[in-house]
């Protein structure tokens, strides 16, 4: 719900409370933030099986300045598989 529907900690604690499912709001951080190498890895790995696969590569970046400090984006992409 986080990243696929870019919900905040406090509106994935309100939804999954709606439902009745009893959850504390530390756990529902903890599912958020703990035990993600996994997923880190995972990612690299798409990013690397995509630009292998690749017939031409894209290389783009963009910058935002957020509450007085700049902060930047910078992307690989191709046809069939964007990723950040």
Known sequence: MKNVCNMSQSKIFEFLYNFKIQISKGTVSNFLIKKQDIFHQEKRDLVEAGLQAASYKQLD????????????????????????
């Open 61 to 84: 970046d963009t910058s935002a300045r957020v509450n007085g400090e700049n902060h930047y984006m910078r992307t690989a992409v191709h046809f069939f598989h964007p990723t950040r």
